[in-house]
Antibody, heavy 121, light 107 residues
Framework: EVQLVESGGGLVQPGGSLRLSCSAS????????MHWVRQAPGKGLEYVSA????????YYADSVKGRFTISRDNSKNTLFLQMSSLRAEDTAVYYC??????????????WGQGTLVTVSS | DIQMTQSPSSLSASVGDRVTITCRAS??????LAWFQQKPGKAPKSLIY???SLQSGVPSKFSGSGSGTDFTLTISSLQPEDFATYYC?????????FGQGTKVEIK
């Protein structure tokens, strides 16, 4: 059974940093692209970032480019999102999402349960 | 960016009803269209990809169709567990974008 478990969310002040983790199990993590998608409270879904299966290629939405860094440790089956220079508008539930192939041009299949990030003073 | 517009934004339906949700892309996305279901307080669940292919484990009461700019999600016979918000998403061109969601409520 595919499982994606996010952690690392919490309350952070504007301008602060936070690192999210996503622990994966139930599939060969190193063979699949991974993504982060977020959802502000009461709002719709927003695409954030993607990483290829080997970590060699990444993509960032304009809204987070230069502030967020996606990475992965295939030896530990873990996906990361390093977030810095956080703003109030980054407040959201962050979901870890599995792609259905090694390329991040292929669609999603499984979602994690999400972790809440709140940016507030 | 490609804009995805869903209609209606919400609908009320009864158990057993056939429900259709539409999604329109602001430009041709071929069949690079996915649908997701989200229940309150829960993570989204993938239902359909490539406009009409069901994700593993998704019941056949869900179906998708369309190509180019116009797409539909149909639930053949609405059941209590289907009351949720549904989102479409294009994955043809980055940034991948989502529709605003369609909330399906009990009549």
């Amino acid at each position: 059974e595919v499982q994606l478990v996010e952690s690392g969310g919490g309350l952070v002040q504007p301008g602060g940093s936070l690192r999210l983790s996503c622990s994966a199990s139930g599939f060969t993590f190193s063979s699949y692209a991974m993504h982060w998608v977020r959802q502000a409270p009461g709002k719709g879904l927003e695409y954030v970032s993607a990483i290829s299966s080997n970590g060699g290629s990444t993509y960032y939405a304009d809204s987070v480019k230069g502030r967020f860094t996606i990475s992965r440790d295939n030896s530990k089956n873990t996906l990361f999102l390093q977030m810095s220079s956080l703003r109030a508008e980054d407040t959201a539930v962050y979901y870890c999402v599995k792609g259905n192939s090694g390329s991040y041009y292929r669609p999603f299949d499984y979602w994690g349960q999400g972790t809440l990030v709140t940016v507030s003073s | 960016d490609i804009q995805m517009t869903q209609s209606p934004s919400s609908l009320s339906a009864s158990v057993g009803d056939r429900v259709t949700i539409t999604c329109r892309a602001s430009q041709d996305i071929s069949n690079y269209l996915a649908w997701f279901q989200q229940k309150p307080g829960k993570a989204p669940k993938s239902l359909i990809y490539a406009a009409s292919s069901l994700q593993s484990g998704v019941p056949s009461k869900f179906s998708g169709s369309g190509s180019g700019t116009d797409f539909t999600l149909t639930i053949s016979s609405l059941q209590p567990e289907d009351f949720a918000t549904y989102y479409c998403q294009q994955y043809n061109i980055y940034p991948w974008t989502f529709g605003q969601g369609t909330k399906v409520e009990i009549k």
